[in-house]
């Protein structure tokens, strides 16, 4: 059963957060940021101070019923994932703690970080379980080309709080980059980005692409080139482990598939995967790595790519049309 209420949408498929049931507690478009690729468009309420935007308790209401109609079964998690910044909702940390109370499925907040410098959004994100931080660059000037955000803004300020929410925050952290062709792409960016990510230690950091129309026309995403350049850069600084490309649409759920060529996209499109590794997990299906992966390159469904010493099979980037 899929809802669209007031404040509550979903559960929709996450491959970060699994069936993930959506809580919208900002109206289009409050935001500290105006980033180029950012879905809605652009920010007509380009805002940096916090404020009530809805009766907290109308919120919770409506998530605590929604779960009870829904089964606590069929989610995995509730995630404030609004038409804006999260963290710009004042009564946030209410909202968190009254769905606490009555829902015991674990809370995510998706956020772009940039208030964390403020102790009281920090105390409020300390309620949740699971906390995601965009961290798309770490230089000033780039952090102005890509995220747009309010003149009160600054990098150090941001990296700063992260640093603070990061030290003393319990529960999980990711964190995704997206990786804008020409803007945030170059190896030098890519390198600073992974130190910084590396020294809060997250859960899982995650290097994205733009997947829908962005704000501004002219933004693409980074090439297959770049983003295994990438992936393997985040690799050595942040472990393999902990490091994740989302570059294609999210599906229309979530089950187990038992197709190896299915399973042979899943997971390219998750990690790039060594040319040799691939051929064996093919040939223990019974079939021709060589004529499988050439049909699938002629597909336009993956890409061949050598890096250092080894050769990859990564997921063809979806182009937007």
């Not at 009254?98 to 409020?124: H, M, W, Y």
């Not at 747009?148 to 529960?171: A, D, M, Q, W």
């Not at 390159?297 to 250092?308: G, H, T, W």
Request: net charge positive; proline share 6%.
């Amino acid at each position: 059963m899929v809802i669209k209420l007031k404040y509550v949408f979903g559960p929709v498929p996450s491959r970060r957060l699994g069936r993930s049931l959506g809580v919208n507690n900002i109206p289009p478009k409050y935001c500290s940021y105006s980033c180029i690729y950012c879905q809605l468009g652009r920010t007509p309420n380009l805002i940096c101070g916090r404020r009530e935007f809805y009766p907290w308790r109308d919120v919770v209401n409506e998530v605590i019923n929604s779960v009870k109609t829904i089964g606590e079964e069929n989610i995995d998690y509730i995630t404030f994932v609004p038409d804006g910044e999260p963290i710009l909702d004042i009564n946030l940390g209410l909202e968190l703690s009254g769905i606490r109370e009555k829902v015991n499925k674990p809370l995510a907040v998706l956020t772009n970080g940039s208030l964390l410098f403020k102790e009281d959004v920090r105390q409020d994100l300390y309620n949740a379980d699971l906390v995601s931080i965009k961290i798309d660059a770490v230089e000033e000037n780039t952090y102005r080309r890509v995220n747009r955000p309010h003149p009160s803004l600054y990098i150090e300020r941001f990296l700063e709080g992260v640093k603070s929410f990061t030290k003393n925050y319990k529960g999980k952290v990711i964190t995704e980059t997206m990786l804008i062709k020409n803007v945030n792409d170059s190896i030098a960016e890519i390198e600073k980005v992974a130190k910084f990510i590396k020294s809060i230690r997250p859960y899982k950091a995650y290097i994205a692409i733009p997947t829908r129309p962005p704000a501004e026309t002219w933004v693409q995403p980074a090439s297959e080139e770049t983003i295994l350049k990438a992936y393997n850069i985040f690799c050595e600084h942040i472990g393999q482990e902990n490091v994740e490309l989302l570059v294609g649409y999210e599906g229309p759920y979530f089950e187990a598939i038992k197709d190896p060529i299915e399973s042979l996209l899943a997971i390219t499109s998750v990690h790039p995967l060594r040319l040799d590794y691939a051929y064996a997990m093919l040939e223990k299906y019974g079939l021709n790595p060589e004529t499988v992966l050439r049909k699938l390159a002629c597909e336009n469904k993956i890409v061949m790519l050598k890096y250092k010493d080894q050769k990859f099979v990564m997921r063809k980037i979806i182009s937007r049309s």
